[in-house]
Nanobody, 127 residues
Framework: QVQLVESGGGLVQAGGSLRVSCAASGVSSMHTMGWFRQTPGKERDFVASTKWSGGSTYDKYYADSVKGRFTISRDNAKNTLYLQMNSLKPEDTAVYYC??????????????????WGQGTQVTVSS
């Protein structure tokens, strides 16, 4: 049973940085992990994804809106997925969700591709 618990959200000023974490249990090298975000009344959008283990820098995928500012990473020893967010903008304000899918052969950028979700953590960027 895969369980995902996000933490680390909060309020930050525009231009600042924040790192959100996802404590993952029940995941393995067969999984791909992703970060998505959602604002009220809008669809949940892809942010970044990576294999849970192995792979290379080229196995990390990002939405165009966050490329060069956000970095997805993992610490397998701590069973934790991270999203480092730099140069934050007010439009980055959203609830950020961690997700997992039991496949590892693609970018997995669509909500429908994921099997497991965390409860989300709020990130608010003030102008």
């Amino acid at each position: 049973q895969v369980q995902l618990v996000e933490s680390g959200g909060g309020l930050v000023q525009a231009g600042g940085s924040l790192r959100v974490s996802c404590a993952a249990s029940g995941v393995s090298s067969m999984h791909t992990m992703g970060w998505f975000r959602q604002t009220p009344g809008k669809e949940r959008d892809f942010v970044a994804s990576t294999k849970w283990s192995g792979g290379s820098t080229y196995d990390k995928y990002y939405a165009d809106s966050v490329k060069g500012r956000f970095t997805i990473s993992r610490d397998n020893a701590k069973n934790t997925l991270y999203l480092q967010m730099n140069s934050l903008k007010p439009e980055d304000t959203a609830v950020y969700y961690c997700a997992a899918v039991g496949r590892y052969s693609g970018a997995y950028t669509r909500v429908s591709e994921y099997d497991y979700w965390g409860q989300g953590t709020q990130v608010t960027v003030s102008s």
